[in-house]
């Protein structure tokens, strides 16, 4: 530490500076938390409105006489008493009010479904172009279809209506299989593809169409009998309301062959498609015509005398 030289009257000032500051460091802190012994008087607060006292003249406040009743009660009489306040009755007319309108409160908006993103389908590996035939009959018997499309192999398998059917492979454009008539046994579309016996190789989806065959629009309206058992069937043209006797192995319309008649039914075959029909008895000749009447089958004629 260097010392300092007292000699020198500069230091010499410095040391008698820092030494006063101390001092007067030392009475300030002394000041503020002991004092140096004198009281103070705290000066009570006046209540708000109340006039400070008058001051004599060497500066001590004078003492205010006090005041008596009766100076109270008369000083105090007027200002006491209650003042008079009118305030004018302002009278309004009461608002018309409609009964019949009232509050609504407004809907909360119905929350909005999301609809999800439809996922993009992936794209077949083998191609279905085309069926041969694309529309057939119902109730017809069994038939050949033909499929022809690319990328086959002889793996690949027809499928109608997700029933495997064996197939015969022609080449990678063309497959072969045979369609039995229960398939179509029934009006309505069957979808077909082709695919391989593991999933891994299938085609897009195309739809044969099975419509209903064509019926006979003919009612069986009655039977004619003869002593050799001949049956001749009474038929009804629905549309121009004709009747027409027919026996086995007429071709009724030009389309359908009698093949059996009896007292309850006739039978029709569809001569193009194959189709049989039955031609339930009906009550339609009971009125009308005679001829258009079931009549029994008699075994012998009655001989007249």
Do not use: C
Request: proline share 11%; no cysteine; glycine share 6%.
């Amino acid at each position: 530490m260097q010392v300092s030289d007292i000699r020198n009257p500069g230091e010499r000032n410095k040391l008698i500076l820092a030494g006063g500051l101390g001092i007067v460091a030392i009475l300030f802190l002394w000041w503020t938390f002991f004092g140096f012994g004198g009281s103070s008087n705290k000066v009570a607060p006046r209540p708000a409105g109340q006039s400070s006292p008058a001051l004599t003249a060497k500066g001590t406040t004078a003492k205010a006489a006090p005041q008596t009743v009766v100076d109270f009660k008369e000083a105090t009489l007027d200002e006491l008493r209650p003042v008079p306040v009118s305030y004018p009755s302002v009278s309004a007319q009461e608002p018309k009010r409609n009964i019949f309108v009232y509050y609504e409160p407004t809907p909360k908006p119905s929350p909005v479904p999301s609809v999800p993103t439809p996922t993009p389908t992936p794209v077949p590996p083998v191609l279905l172009a085309g069926l041969s035939p694309a529309n057939v009959y119902a109730k017809t018997a069994d038939f050949t279809l033909e499929v022809s499309g690319d990328k086959f192999t002889p793996q690949m398998r027809v499928v109608i209506d997700n029933n495997e059917l064996p197939t015969r492979y022609i080449n990678p454009q063309q497959l072969s299989t045979n369609v039995p008539a229960a398939v179509i046994a029934t009006p309505g579309e069957r979808q077909v593809m082709v695919r391989s016996a593991d999933a891994k190789l299938y085609s897009n989806t195309q739809a044969i169409s099975v419509t209903a065959p064509p019926t006979p629009n003919y009612s069986y309206i009655g039977i004619i009998g003869t002593p050799k058992y001949i049956d001749t069937a009474i038929l009804l043209d629905k549309s121009s309301k004709e009747t027409l006797n027919v026996q086995r192995g007429d071709l009724v319309g030009g389309r359908f062959r009698v093949t059996s008649i009896s007292e309850k039914e006739i039978v029709v075959v569809d001569n193009t498609l194959k189709v049989k029909h039955t031609l339930a008895m009906t009550s339609q000749g009971d009125k009308g015509n005679p001829l258009q009447r079931a009549t029994p089958r008699v075994d012998s004629e009655d001989d007249e005398p």
